[in-house]
T-cell receptor
Framework: DTGVSQDPRHKITKRGQNVTFRCDPI?????LYWYRQTLGQGPEFLTY????????KSRLLSDRFSAERPKGSFSTLEIQRTEQGDSAMYLC??????????FGPGTRLTVL | AQSVTQPDIHITVSEGASLELRCNYSYGATPYLFWYVQSPGQGLQLLLKYFSGDTLVQGIKGFEAEFKRSQSSFNLRKPSVHWSDAAEYFCAVGEDYKLSFGAGTTVTVRA
């Protein structure tokens, strides 16, 4: 069990650029989740997948955000036309069904 | 909708002293409750969880938490704090697919 991994760990970009983050879940986990955490706050749910199907999206996930999990394994989260308000830690988690969610180390995004 | 309140933003405790972090939740049904810990710049590590059964739950690193339905609380405790316990602690309530987190409590440990 290698845990949940995320890449990159840090990303600095300029406003208006597109960014993509990757998450590799624990191998036998069928569910994968994305959360966003801003400074001084707890994580907030963005979206989740069961296998390759995206089953729920928070209203926090604007049209500029898109997530995929094409083969039910790794997932990508893309942000188009980044804004300064997108600066946050993006956390990925995985679980086996409704069991405990295990989190990765996160990707810290800074939009200049 | 479920929600979680952690009333203490910051707690300072001496090494070796006891620690209690408060968590209150709002949820219509029997909740799934969690405590996670986050070190600076890191992801969240699960300390313990409550799904059902015994209301006193033991976790890793010597932590325990007690579920009190009548008070809608799930407070985290540790009898003797170590310097390595300095971190941010998050309480969360879960339903089928989503965790809702409190704003967190930052714990500082002084020598």
């Amino acid at each position: 069990d290698t845990g949940v991994s995320q890449d990159p760990r840090h990303k600095i970009t300029k406003r208006g650029q597109n960014v993509t983050f990757r998450c590799d879940p624990i191998s036998e986990h069928n569910r994968l989740y994305w959360y966003r955490q801003t400074l001084g706050q707890g994580p907030e749910f963005l979206t989740y997948f069961q296998n390759e199907a995206q089953l729920e999206k928070s209203r926090l996930l604007s049209d500029r955000f898109s997530a995929e999990r094409p083969k039910g394994s790794f997932s990508t989260l893309e942000i188009q036309r980044t804004e300064q308000g997108d600066s946050a830690m993006y956390l990925c988690a995985s679980s086996s069904g409704t069991d405990t969610q295990y989190f990765g180390p996160g990707t810290r995004l800074t939009v200049l | 909708a479920q929600s979680v309140t952690q009333p203490d933003i910051h707690i300072t405790v001496s090494e070796g002293a006891s620690l209690e972090l408060r968590c209150n939740y709002s949820y219509g049904a029997t909740p799934y409750l969690f405590w996670y810990v986050q070190s600076p710049g890191q992801g969240l590590q699960l300390l313990l969880k409550y799904f059902s059964g015994d209301t006193l739950v033991q976790g890793i690193k010597g932590f325990e938490a007690e579920f009190k339905r009548s008070q809608s609380s799930f407070n985290l405790r540790k009898p003797s704090v170590h310097w390595s316990d300095a971190a941010e602690y998050f309480c969360a309530v879960g339903e089928d697919y989503k965790l809702s987190f409190g704003a967190g409590t930052t714990v500082t440990v002084r020598a």
